[in-house]
Each structure stands twice: as C-alpha cells, then as structure tokens.
C-alpha cells in the first residue's frame, strides 16, 4: 500500500507531513551549478521539523540530475534563487524539486510508494482541467533524493496524486480539533486562510459541504504586510539600516534587531502592523461576505498568520465562534494528509 505524504507548496513556506513527522522550509529553490553555491551547509531542523537550508541532488528518470539547494541558503549563495510562483503558480521545475525535497524529508525510506495530497487555491481548484494538469504534472514521477548533509537517499513513486481546495482543507484539520465544529451540520462557516503573500477566503456550507464560490476568493494582504511595516519602521530608525524583509521573521521572534552594538526593540512595531493587517481584513472581508460577516454559525482562522491574528480577529467577530487549529501554519497540510488518509481507507474497504 501507498504511504500518504501531504505537501502544502506556499509562497513562504514548504510544509509537508508523511510517516515520519512535519516539516518546514522557506519556499525558495536555486540549482547549485557552475561553484555559484561554494558552502552550503545544511541545518537540519529543529524538534518541530523545521529547516533552514537544505541541499540535495534530484535524479528524474530521462532526466540530467540536478543539484539544488532551497531555503535560506537558496536566498543568500545564488543569483539564480526562484520562489516558484514568480512565473507561474505551478508547473515549473522550481516546485517540482521543492515538492520532491519536502516528500523525501518526511517519507518512510522503506516504502517507495507515495500517495501525494497537495492543494491549489479555490479560485485555481475550481477548475477541473487545472486540477488534472496538477495530477497529470506529478503522478507517476519516480525520483531519487541524496541530501549532502547528512548524507541520506530517499527513493520514491508518486503512484496516485490527490489535489485539494486550500482552506476546505485546514477546516477538515480544525473539525478534528474541536467538536463543536465538527458537530457543525448546517450553517455557513467562513474559513480565513492567512498566508505570506495573500489571504484565501471560502465560505463552506456546512449541511452540503460544499464550497460558496460567491463567498471565496484571494484577497492580495498576508504576513508581508506586517514584515514590511515592520521593516519601515525599523529603516526609519537607522538610515542605513541592513535588514531585508526575509529577515523579518527572525528579528520579530527574538523581538528585536541589533544594528552596530545597539538593539532596537520591535514588540510594539509588531502587535501595531498586526492590528493593521487585522483591521484591513475585517474591512475588506466586510464588503465582500456582507451579511454573511454577522450571521455565519463560526470562523476558522489557519496559516502562516494564523495564530498571530487570532486575538485581533476573535476582537473583530465579537460573539460569533473564532477557531483556530492547532499549529494553524500546518492546518491545511494536514487536512490534505487526514482526507487522502480517508480516502485511500475508503479504496480498502470497497465504498
């Protein structure tokens, strides 16, 4: 039987999970050719399954093998770093090695044979012919990964591939996790998917369980925002300030920058960018759900930005229900890892 592996390919952030736990890696990909990267050195993870670099050689049968490194280490040693929607959201060389990188991080090295749950957006998802492009894309590729460091092959088939809505997903994630919502059989439930880039938003009839597509769609605001607000106010602070926006993320964990032996507190630069972020949501949201804002029976809020907005957006909705899942960045991960799990049971038992 086919192992399930979920891979959740962001504008951020890769998330994947399979048999041997979770993972994340920054969702940048450059080919390491030609001595442009001389010392990548991977780190990899912490407990949480997190990794900063990573560096491995791809073999694809009828193909040259590639080397690759993604992460941090992608942004900083190569000219030739892609995050891969820059040109296309899918399809490009670039997101197949960060969704061949992310499977071999997290598959059993005994069992070549993957199941793969992926997701799209639902304005992408809705559309059948790019749902069988996206199967067509990756079934049946049969890959080898060696990672450099450690030294470790993984080898593997994509025999079925299973595409998923974002967001649908990482409900089916929160209904695991509370009760109530899974007790949830009529109503709407308005799902906000909160990402680096961009925010999904569905609204999910909850009795047909079925998508509104009137109540879904992208809005153009994420974590960005708040990082670069952060940013601005750090560069107005220090005129020659050496911070990029990647480096946001780490300065806004540790609550400050450091710029020659002085620190520059950003605790309060941040809970203000996320107020802003929060506020701008809530209005663009209110034009688009319209009285839907008032009467939907819950909110789900998941990813990236997720947990960060949670105090501000439970605010937002006064008394109707605000549920976030646990570790919300990996909610539609799971989701897509949870119903291949379902379905591929379903297959066993003949339904």
């Known amino acids: ?3 399930v592996v979920a891979v959740d390919l962001g504008f951020g952030w890769v998330k994947a999970m399979g048999a041997r736990g979770k993972c994340r890696f920054p969702s940048v990909v450059a ?3 030609l001595g442009e990267v001389l010392a990548v050195r991977e780190k990899g993870g912490d407990d949480a399954g997190n990794a900063e670099s990573l560096m491995a050689t791809i073999f694809q049968a009828d193909r040259r093998a590639t080397t690759v490194v993604a992460g941090k280490a992608a942004t900083l040693g190569s000219s030739m770093s892609t995050r891969p929607f820059e040109a296309d959201r899918s399809f490009s060389d670039h997101a197949a090695w960060l969704v061949f990188l992310a499977a071999a991080r997290v598959m059993d090295p005994l069992n070549h044979r993957v199941r793969l749950a992926v997701g799209l957006p639902f304005a992408q998802y809705r559309q059948e012919g790019t749902r069988e492009r996206v199967r067509r894309w990756l079934e049946g ?3 080898i990964v060696e990672f450099h460091e450690p030294d470790m092959e993984r080898a593997f088939r994509f025999e079925a591939v299973d595409v998923y809505a974002q967001g649908l997903a990482g409900l089916v994630a929160a209904m695991e996790d509370f009760e109530e919502l899974a007790d949830l059989h009529s109503g709407v439930v308005m799902v906000i998917d909160i990402g680096t880039r961009t925010t999904e938003y569905l609204g999910v009839d909850m009795e047909r369980s079925q998508i509104l597509s009137q109540l879904s769609g992208t ?5 960005n925002q708040v990082h670069q607000q952060v940013l601005g106010q750090l560069q107005r602070k220090v005129a020659m300030a050496p911070w990029r926006l990647h480096d946001m993320e780490k300065i806004i964990a540790d609550g400050y920058a450091r710029y020659q032996g002085r620190r520059y507190e950003v605790t309060d630069m941040y809970e203000e960018a996320l107020k802003d972020l ?5 209005h663009d949201l209110a034009g688009r759900w319209q009285r839907e804002m008032v009467t939907a029976e819950a909110v789900v809020v998941m990813g990236g930005g997720g947990k960060a907005l949670e105090k501000e957006l439970r605010k937002a909705w006064g008394e109707t229900q605000v549920f976030v899942p646990a ?3 990996f909610a539609n991960t799971r989701g897509y890892w949870l119903m291949s799990l379902a379905k591929q049971h379903a297959a066993t038992q003949g339904v």
């Open 1 to 3: 039987m086919e192992q």
């Open 141 to 143: 590729q049969e890959v």
């Open 327 to 329: 570790d919300a960045q």
């Open 278 to 282: 929060a506020a701008a949501l809530r």
């Open 219 to 223: 809005i153009d605001l994420g974590m």
């Open 31 to 33: 080919k390491a050719e």
